[in-house]
């Protein structure tokens, strides 16, 4: 029962490197949502989906990309890493009308600007 | 836009000490609200929920009510454990059609033998 999974776990980049995180959810999810974890922060949205081939902003989606071409997949990229950039990054999931239904999370990605 | 407030911590207690962190929210209709659970080096787990106005949300001795007149969630347990020593987040997903959750910023919890 793989739920959410994301690779890499950890990954340590230099300023200006590229890097693409992968979210992959075999629960036939409809959303899916990439937030980045700060130090007294709490959780932000970057970005999300509400289906395959769709994709929106969320609250700080500056420096990243997205791209949702297969259902399971949600793709989070960085085209040139800042040390702003150094979090812990989080994909969750849930099904199409589940607003009342708790978001699955992955185990998250630790990554470190240089 | 939709804002959640939680209690600041960190909290220390005593094993079997009472526990309570509090949750207050701003959001227009009607949200439904959430605590997660991290524990150390680990992603998100749902501790509990509620969907409506007065609904109570329980799981593993944890107790949160759904106020709407106070716009409050509050987090308690009568008796912590050492296992309990982790981060909690409360959690709100308000209206509109994409079910974006707003969090909270987080409360470390450390309980001592």
């Known amino acids: 029962n793989a739920g959410v999974t994301q690779t890499p776990k950890f990954r340590v980049l230099k300023t200006g490197q590229s890097m693409t995180l992968l979210c992959a959810q075999d629960m036939n999810h409809e959303y899916m949502y990439w937030y980045r974890q700060d130090p007294g922060m709490g959780l932000r949205l970057i970005h999300y989906?509400?289906?395959?081939?769709?994709?929106a902003k969320g609250e700080v989606p500056d420096g990243y990309n997205v791209s949702r071409l297969k259902k399971q997949n949600f793709l989070l990229g960085l085209e040139s890493a800042a040390p702003s950039q150094t979090s812990v990054y989080f994909c969750a999931s849930i099904p199409l009308g589940g607003g009342s239904q708790p978001q699955h999370f992955g185990d998250g990605t630790r990554l470190s600007i240089l | 836009g939709d804002s959640v407030t939680q209690m600041e911590g960190p909290v220390t207690l005593s094993e079997e000490a009472f526990l309570t962190i509090n949750c207050t929210y701003t959001a227009t209709g009607y949200p439904s609200l959430f605590w997660y659970v991290q524990y150390p080096g680990e992603g998100l787990q749902l501790l509990l929920k509620?969907?409506?106005?007065?609904d109570k949300g329980s799981n593993k001795g944890f107790e949160a009510t759904y106020r709407k007149e106070t716009t409050s969630f509050h987090l308690e347990k009568g008796s912590v454990q050492v296992s309990d020593s982790a981060v909690y987040f409360c959690a709100l997903s308000g209206g509109g059609s994409n079910y974006k959750l707003t969090f909270g910023k987080g409360t470390l919890l450390t309980v001592n033998p």
């Open positions: 509620a969907t409506k106005a007065d």
């Open positions: 989906s509400v289906g395959e081939g769709t994709t």
